[in-house]
């Protein structure tokens, strides 16, 4: 297998430059834009309070509301929908009511919608469902939460701050925050949009993030490639002893799923970028790896599967979050891998993997993305592996189906020209 897989823009840093584009002081342009589940979720919202979008295909010009209004919600399985969005409904005139897919109901969302009561909007609910009264303006200040459960409590305070009155002081209280990268790429697009923000200058100072009042300045935002959607097409190069190349892969980036590299050279396998372009090309054999993977969870179910087919153990610490992400994923892995004759053990904060013998069977997705690419990963060196639903990839990578085959098949793979997951 020698494939050149061409990938569609983050869903991260779609939906953070919506919110900010919503909220800006003119209109934006969005190019590279990601059109999945979750972004067109976040679409459908911000158009129902009032926001202008418009564009075809991967571009689209944002022009936001003179005022925001009274809608209604659909959260789907999206945390950044869930979590993004009450603070910019408590800025809407009228009550904004979300709802969302069942299994949504289980994700954490106290700590958001907590911390925007604290500021001084009114909120009925604890969970999906629940309804924010929005009075067209939100007092801010200063709130201390506890964010161990998700780092998207965070970036959801800090993304409509600029347009509270005082602006906004989040502190952080409890067991360290995950996924700090993505706090990150929202403190640089807040950046870019001439916010001012005070944020730690280390991992191990005080987590306080400061956002003054002032306008959101219109950004012409350019997004990059998902770079964790590309995790499961570069782990393909890694356990068949194939190469799989991804173009526009940036030399500089907040996304989590540049670790990667790192990733996969530990274990073993080639990891080069060249000209704008990063080549994996797999071994003949892959080792175990013992990772701390607290701050880029999101790689975890590629990671597993990587190390359900090394030669040695590995361990995935630093992970307890991820029991509250679509699904209870280290539960899931655990079952699903176990359930092909693998064995895992779940420890207090992340997994135990000794290799062994796989055989075929149903690889069950729990509805999240991505444990249906982690299943497709042991199916291409597990005979029989069956997804229950693939289609699932759709949330943030709808053409997933057709990027796999066309890359099996060592075809240039154009993320615009294949068409939807089946």
Not at 207 to 217: C, D, N, R
Not at 240 to 248: L, Q
Not at 260 to 270: D, N, P, T
Request: one cysteine or more.
């Amino acid at each position: 297998m020698h494939a050149t897989v061409a990938l569609p823009g983050s869903k991260s840093i779609t939906n953070r430059a919506l919110i900010l584009a919503a909220l800006a002081d003119r209109p934006s342009t969005i190019t590279g834009a990601l059109r999945s589940r979750d972004t067109n979720l976040m679409i459908a919202a911000l158009r129902a309070m009032g926001t202008e979008i418009t564009g075809d295909a991967d571009t689209l010009t944002v022009t936001p509301a003179e005022t925001l209004h009274n809608a209604t919600v659909d959260c789907g399985l999206a945390g950044t929908v869930m979590r993004f969005l009450p603070p910019v409904a408590a800025l809407a005139h009228g009550n904004v009511a979300f709802f969302g897919d069942e299994q949504a109901r289980l994700r954490p969302l106290g700590t958001i919608l907590d911390a925007v009561r604290h500021l001084g909007v009114e909120i009925e609910g604890d969970s999906l469902p629940f309804v924010v009264h929005g009075t067209g303006s939100l007092r801010g200040g200063e709130v201390t939460i506890d964010a161990s459960g998700s780092s998207q409590f965070v970036s959801g305070l800090l993304l409509s701050a600029a347009r509270f009155d005082a602006g906004v002081t989040v502190r952080h209280e409890g067991a360290p925050l995950p996924s700090l990268p993505h706090i990150a790429m929202t403190v640089q697009m807040l950046g870019q949009a001439d916010v001012r923000v005070e944020a730690p200058g280390s991992p191990r100072a005080e987590q306080v993030w400061t956002v003054s009042p002032g306008p959101i300045h219109a950004v012409d935002w350019d997004v990059e490639p998902d770079l964790s959607n590309a995790t499961p097409f570069l782990a393909a190069a890694a356990v068949t002893g194939g190469e799989v190349t991804i173009p526009h892969w940036p030399s500089l980036t907040t996304q989590p799923g540049d670790v990667i590299r790192e990733i996969l050279v530990r274990m073993g396998a080639e990891a080069r970028r060249f000209d704008g372009k990063l080549t994996v090309r797999g071994p003949d054999k892959l080792a175990g790896i013992d990772i701390d993977l607290h701050d880029v969870g999101e790689l975890t179910p590629t990671v597993a599967a990587l190390a359900a087919l090394a030669d040695s153990p590995s361990r995935l610490r630093g992970i307890a979050h991820l029991r509250g992400h679509e699904t209870d994923r280290l539960a899931a892995l655990s079952t699903e891998i176990n359930r092909l004759g693998g064995q895992v053990t779940e420890a207090e904060d992340g997994l135990h993997i000794v290799p062994t013998a796989l055989r075929g069977g149903t690889w069950h997705s729990y509805a999240d993305h991505r444990m249906a690419t982690a299943g497709a990963i042991l199916g291409l060196r597990v005979p029989g592996v069956r997804i229950e639903d693939i289609g699932t990839t759709a949330k943030t990578l709808p053409n997933f189906v057709n990027l796999w085959d066309a890359m099996l098949s060592d075809g240039q793979v154009d993320s615009t020209t294949t068409g939807a997951a089946r």
